[in-house]
């Protein structure tokens, strides 16, 4: 069993603010960490993924997450917040169950950027 | 290389209506998966697909039936919509381990 809690349905950040996204965890076996963004009227697209690789992943658009095992953690960071992140994010855990690879979603923080 | 496409982008339908949404993917990937999207809820999923001729249920599969038509092709049916049914659906494909997504249909059952 797996599960996804994303904390703080809506964040708002100044432009060039640090931006923090929290996502905690919750799996059965060793998990696979994603973070997708959702702009408006679009699909998900992936940001990054820990695939049991380094702990601290890159993505793109200058966001990155950690993976933190003792914290069942993976927030996502940006240190400079720009206009153009304003969107939804989503944090997703899927289990390592090859052939049969769901994802289980967190509800979304809608994060707004002040100018 | 399109990617996931979705067919309709938007649809409104009457109680008791029936439809179908379409999914390709052109990928050759194995899985494919239905989710709707609602306020708050992040995405929940339908029905998936883990290889052509098979399909499971989901967390949220009460009002819908899947077909996996080919290895391409994955459609969601509403077979007498209901207005808790108005929704963000979309649909998905992987390879081990992430999962693209498709632009989505906006779907409101009045």
């Known amino acids: 069993a797996q599960s996804v809690t994303q904390l703080g349905s809506h964040v708002s950040v100044s432009e060039g603010a640090l931006v923090l996204l929290r996502c905690n965890y919750s799996?059965?076996?060793?998990?696979?960490l994603f973070w997708y963004v959702q702009y408006p009227n679009q699909g998900l697209q992936l940001l990054l993924k820990?695939?049991?690789?380094?702990?601290l992943v890159k993505g793109i658009n200058g966001f990155e997450a950690e993976f933190k095992k003792s914290e069942t953690s993976f927030h996502l960071t940006k240190p400079s917040a720009h206009m153009s992140d304003a969107a939804e994010y989503f944090c997703?855990?899927?289990?390592?169950?090859?052939?049969?690879?769901?994802?289980?979603f967190g509800t979304g923080t809608r994060l707004t950027i002040i100018p | 290389n399109a990617g996931v496409t979705q067919t309709p982008k938007f649809q409104v339908l009457k109680t008791g209506q029936s439809m179908t949404l379409q999914c390709a993917q052109d990928?050759?990937?194995?899985?494919m998966y239905w989710y709707r999207q609602d306020p708050g809820m992040g995405l929940r999923l339908i029905y998936y697909?883990?290889?052509?001729?098979?399909?499971d249920k989901g967390e949220v599969p009460n009002g819908y039936n899947v077909s996996r038509l080919n290895k391409r092709e994955f459609s969601l049916r509403l077979e007498s919509a209901a207005p808790s049914q108005t929704s963000v659906y979309f649909c998905?494909?992987?390879?081990?381990?992430?999962?693209?997504f498709g632009p989505g249909t906006r779907l409101t059952v009045t």
């Open positions: 998905a494909s992987s390879p081990l381990p992430r999962q693209y």
């Open positions: 799996s059965s076996v060793p998990p696979y």
């Open positions: 820990y695939t049991s690789a380094a702990t």
């Open positions: 997703a855990v899927s289990g390592l169950n090859f052939g049969n690879e769901k994802l289980t």
């Open positions: 990928m050759n990937h194995n899985s």
């Open positions: 697909s883990a290889s052509e001729g098979t399909t």
